[in-house]
Structure formats: C-alpha cells, structure tokens
Nanobody, 123 residues
Framework: QVQLVESGGGSVQAGGSLRLSCALFGSTYSVNCMGWFRQAPGKEREAVATIYTGGGSTYYAASVAGRFTISQDKAKNAVYLQMNSLGPDDTAMYYC????????????????WGQGTQVTVSS
C-alpha cells in the first residue's frame, strides 16, 4: 500500500506561482509512475503531468507545458509540481497519484491517490 499526502495549494492571482508537494508513505519501492491530476467543477479529471520514477521521463498536458514542472526527490519520497504563470483556467482540485505500472500515461487509472489540494487562481 502507498499513501499520498498533498500540500501547497491555495489562492493566487493570475500570473502567480504555486508549488505543490506530494509525500509518499508505505511501499514506495513499488511505485514506477507518479502523476499530478486535476479536476475543475463540472469537468472531467485530467492528467497534468507525470514522471517515471526510474528514469525521470516526464509528460505534460498541452495546456500546462512550459508553465508547470514535475520533479521528484527520491531521498525524501516526494514529488513536486511547480506551477508558474497561473491563470483562472488552472483553478481546480489537484491530486497526486501513484502507480506500480511502468507506463505513466495510458488508458488506465492510477492505483493510489491523495486527498487533493485546492488551487484557485483569480483574474
């Protein structure tokens, strides 16, 4: 089992930045993929960014590429999402997720999820 705890959400004005953190607990050795997902009211959940913990390869949704950066700190069992140039469309609940499968982007749902952290961007 893997437990995930997110932090770092909050309210910010458009153009601002936030850094989300995700701490992993439990059987972290089994995790191959980490991801940040978000869900805005009335919208489906979407993958924002993923990282393959073994090699560090990353994926970004087109809507955040160039503005968001996913990173990991294996020593701290943590994953981060640096979000810059935030806009109102980035307002959503952000979730950290982990999976044991080696393919980080695919037609499947990640196995482990955090409780979410709210990000609100005002114009």
């Amino acid at each position: 089992q893997v437990q995930l705890v997110e932090s770092g959400g909050g309210s910010v004005q458009a153009g601002g930045s936030l850094r989300l953190s995700c701490a992993l607990f439990g059987s972290t050795y089994s995790v191959n993929c980490m991801g940040w997902f978000r869900q805005a009211p009335g919208k489906e959940r979407e993958a924002v960014a993923t990282i393959y913990t073994g090699g560090g390869s990353t994926y970004y949704a087109a809507s955040v590429a160039g503005r968001f950066t996913i990173s990991q700190d294996k020593a701290k069992n943590a994953v981060y999402l640096q979000m810059n140039s935030l806009g109102p469309d980035d307002t959503a609940m952000y979730y950290c997720a982990a999976d044991y499968r080696p393919v980080c982007v695919g037609p499947y749902e990640y196995t482990y999820w955090g409780q979410g952290t709210q990000v609100t961007v005002s114009s």
